[in-house]
């Protein structure tokens, strides 16, 4: 027997339950395909008031940035602004990441005001903080060094084929067309999208190349830091080299007893990427079902 238009909302809380379960296991599964690694994940750093701020991490990201930026936790006694864990974990205010797309927006200055914004922006985020790693502040070297002039400059490396190859692999999730629906629930990541925008205009005026990116952005990025920087305050320094190098770079004495720390930054970047789409796609499903539900409501209304 053929049901009539009264019998639609009974159909509809029937098949409901069995609706969102699947978008649920699709959510999932589509993170999944996405982000494959589930390995790590990263807490936010600090800013401990009164810190002095010694080193500019001037690597690219994919090149040992998160090692690093624990190595150097340790050596300066003091939190390091991790802008990949800082910004992209979705555990930070919404307010940070539109700070980051305002200065990237007044980027490159163009005038007075331009820089007064993009130094004020640089001292809201790095104070109380012994160094900065990773983009954006790989690409700001030369404003940090007006903000830090007895900051040392450091640039960790990597063999520059292996880094575009990596770092192809983070453009090719940050840059999806649909990251902005997904995110747009989460008020700490719905800018995200904008801020990697900004990224990719300001490694386009640095570097030529948008995503895919070459070897070549890698090669002009030294060629850059050596053009700005004096070449007794930069360092390029590899983190397979461990302690040493580094220690000797910034005075320090090797830690005794203490293994170089490696971090994966790429399976701890993977990782949290994944969480925050099934976060976002989650999300996406309360609101359908709360659409849902008004509907049902209104066809029972009428029935």
């Not at 903080?129 to 940090?144: G, K, Y």
């Not at 880094?163 to 192809?168: D, L, P, Q, R």
């Not at 040493?244 to 930054?265: H, S, T």
């Amino acid at each position: 027997m053929t049901e009539g238009p009264h019998s639609l909302p009974r159909l509809f809380n029937r098949c409901l339950p069995s609706c969102l379960a699947l978008l649920s296991l699709y959510a999932r599964h589509l993170a999944s395909l996405l982000l494959p690694s589930d390995n790590m994940g990263a807490e936010l750093s600090a800013p401990e008031p009164g810190t002095e701020f010694q080193v500019i991490g001037a690597g690219l990201s994919r090149t040992g940035t998160a090692s690093f930026s624990e190595a150097l936790r340790i050596l300066l006694g003091g939190p390091v602004y991790h802008t990949g864990t800082q910004v992209s974990t979705g555990k930070g205010p919404a307010s940070e990441m539109l700070s980051w797309n305002t200065l990237l927006s007044h980027w490159p200055s163009r005038t007075a005001s331009d820089k007064a914004i993009i130094h004020r922006i640089l001292k809201e985020r790095f104070d109380g903080f012994a160094a900065a790693t990773d983009v954006p502040a790989a690409q700001l070297v030369e404003e940090l060094m007006e903000i830090y002039p007895n900051a040392k400059v450091i640039c960790t490396t990597r063999d520059a084929e292996s880094w575009a190859k990596s770092v192809n692999g983070l453009s090719s999730i940050a840059l999806q067309w649909f990251l902005g629906f997904v995110l747009f629930p989460l008020p700490s990541m719905r800018h995200f999208p904008k801020f990697c925008e900004l990224l990719e205009t300001q490694w386009h005026y640095l570097y030529g190349e948008r995503a895919p990116m070459t070897a070549q952005t890698y090669h002009r990025h030294v060629e850059w830091l050596k053009g700005v920087v004096p070449e007794d305050k930069l360092v390029f320094y590899s983190v397979k080299d461990g302690w040493e190098p580094l220690c000797k770079a910034l005075g320090k004495e090797v830690p005794k007893n203490m293994p170089f720390p490696r971090i994966n930054d790429a399976e701890a970047v993977d990782k949290l990427a994944k969480e925050l789409i099934t976060k976002g796609l989650m999300r996406w499903a309360v609101v359908f079902a709360t659409a849902g539900i008004a509907v049902a409501a209104f066809w029972m209304s009428r029935a």
